[in-house]
């Protein structure tokens, strides 16, 4: 008898326990539906928000993609980027909070243009919401003229590929921006981070902390992320892309001068550093 009793009271509580597990799946489905429709309903602004986005013409829009209040990890380089682009355009004191965006964004001047960077500040899944708003809010503005900056597993940390539409290739951040704008056409700015080692799962490694080596690199790349989209956001003859060319050759003739030197016989390099001017 006991016993019978035992079991009709574990058979209670599992069956209670399976209704609030059912009842939680039905509420997180459902705030979902009603964040994203929120996020992406036409939205009650005022006359500054709306001169400060929407306009007559195209404008060119950077998002770096992360989770708010992580910089510092790998999941948020795309942001660090960012942070960076701000600071090479003399912007980086610019950036306001806007609600109905859920973002921090920069309208900033750019060789006769104007771009807008933008930092979703909703969690990497559902980046998206916050793209395809500031997209509505842009005027004319397309899907091609987004660009998107994030981690790459698949590039190890000092790597940077540049990547023209396509699937998401796994990043939970492109995949929400991909499904909220309905394409997939966007440009991608991948910066690697490269995979885990050892047994440390992929959630853990991306959300972690680049070491102090990594960080040395990690610098490098941020500097080299920055010419990288400058040169794709500037029209051909722009004032940014004749900075990245003017910057290439010095470091290609940078180059060429240090292999001429290894190059250059050492006997004739003593006569040269020896010679004095005759009388």
């Not at 992406?40 to 404008?59: G, Q």
């Not at 900033?108 to 916050?130: F, Q, S, T």
């Not at 987004?146 to 940077?160: A, F, M, T, W």
């Not at 995949?175 to 995979?195: A, H, K």
């Amino acid at each position: 008898m006991t016993g019978l009793l035992i079991v009709r009271r574990v058979c209670r509580r599992l069956s209670q326990l399976l209704k609030d597990m059912v009842f939680f799946v039905v509420n997180f489905n459902t705030m979902r539906r009603v964040l994203r429709r929120v996020l992406l309903s036409p939205p009650f602004t005022t006359a500054m928000e709306t001169e400060a986005l929407h306009t007559d013409t195209r404008r060119k829009m950077v998002v770096g993609l992360g989770n708010p209040g992580m910089d510092g990890t790998r999941h948020n380089v795309g942001r660090a980027v960012l942070d960076c682009l701000a600071v090479r355009l003399g912007a980086s004191g610019c950036w306001r909070g806007d609600r109905q965006l859920s973002s921090e964004l920069i309208v900033c001047d750019l060789d006769g243009g104007r771009v807008i960077l933008l930092k979703p500040k909703l969690l990497m899944n559902v980046n998206g919401a916050a793209v395809a708003k500031a997209g509505e809010m842009r005027g004319r503005g397309k899907p091609e003229d987004v660009l998107l900056v994030h981690d790459e597993l698949d590039k190890p940390l000092g790597k940077i590929a540049v990547k023209l539409g396509g699937s998401a290739r796994g990043h939970n951040g492109v995949r929400s921006c991909v499904d909220c704008l309905n394409t997939d056409v966007m440009r991608r700015v991948r910066v690697g981070i490269g995979r885990p080692s050892g047994h440390t799962s992929v959630d853990r490694h991306v959300l972690g902390r680049f070491s102090p080596d990594q960080r040395k690199v990690l610098d490098s790349v941020l500097v080299q992320s920055v010419d990288l989209l400058l040169s794709l956001l500037s029209p051909p003859g722009g004032a940014a892309d004749a900075h990245q060319q003017a910057k290439q050759k010095k470091q290609t003739k940078q180059t060429k001068g240090q292999t001429e030197e290894k190059l250059q016989p050492q006997g004739q390099e003593d006569r040269a550093e020896t010679a004095t001017p005759q009388t």
